[in-house]
C-alpha cells in the first residue's frame, strides 16, 4: 500500500506538473498565436506597401522616360537655336561690313558732290574769264568783234 501511494502521489505531481505544463504552454501558444497574428498583418501590409511602391515606381520611371525624352528635344532645340544665333552674327557681321562700304562709298561721292558744287559756286562768283587771242589775226578770223576795253591791247 506504502507504493501505492507513492505510486498515487508520483502520478498526482505527474498530472499536477503536466497541467502547469499544459498551462504554461498553452499560455505560450496563445502569445505565439498573437505574434503570428500580428507578423501576418505586418507582411500583408508590406505586400501592400509593396505593390503600392511598384506601382509608384513604374509611374516615377515613366515619368522620367518622358522627361529624358523632353529634354533630348530641348536639347536639340537648344543647339539649333545656337547655330541660328551663329548665322545671324555671321549676317550681322556681312551685313555691318557692306554698310560701312556703302557709307564709305557714299561719303567719297557726297565728298565729290560737295567739291563740284563749290567748284560751281566758285564759277559763278569768279567766272573763268574767255581766252584772248594772242594774234589779231586769230580776232579777225573769228568775226567777232572784239571789246573795246581790249582794244588796246590789240593794236
Do not use: H
Not at 501505492?4 to 505560450?28: K, M, Q
Request: hydrophobic share 40%.
Amino acid at each position: 500500500m506504502k507504493n501505492d501511494r507513492v505510486i498515487i502521489v508520483v502520478i498526482a505531481v505527474i498530472a499536477v506538473v503536466t497541467a502547469v505544463w499544459a498551462v504554461r504552454l498553452n499560455g505560450s501558444y496563445v502569445i505565439l498565436e498573437n505574434k503570428k497574428i500580428e507578423l501576418e498583418d505586418k507582411l500583408s501590409q508590406a505586400l501592400k506597401d509593396k505593390d503600392f511602391i511598384g506601382a509608384q515606381l513604374s509611374d516615377l520611371e515613366k515619368k522620367l522616360n518622358a522627361q529624358a525624352e523632353e529634354n533630348n528635344i530641348l536639347a536639340q532645340q537648344l543647339e539649333e537655336a545656337k547655330n541660328t544665333i551663329k548665322e545671324f552674327q555671321q549676317e550681322i557681321l556681312r551685313l555691318t561690313e557692306s554698310r560701312n562700304k556703302i557709307e564709305n562709298q557714299l561719303n567719297s561721292l557726297m565728298e565729290s558732290k560737295a567739291g563740284d558744287e563749290r567748284s560751281a559756286q566758285a564759277e559763278l562768283i569768279n567766272p573763268p574769264v574767255p581766252a584772248l587771242p594772242t594774234t589779231p589775226t586769230t580776232i579777225q578770223e573769228t568775226n567777232s568783234p572784239a571789246p573795246e576795253n581790249l582794244m588796246p591791247l590789240i593794236q
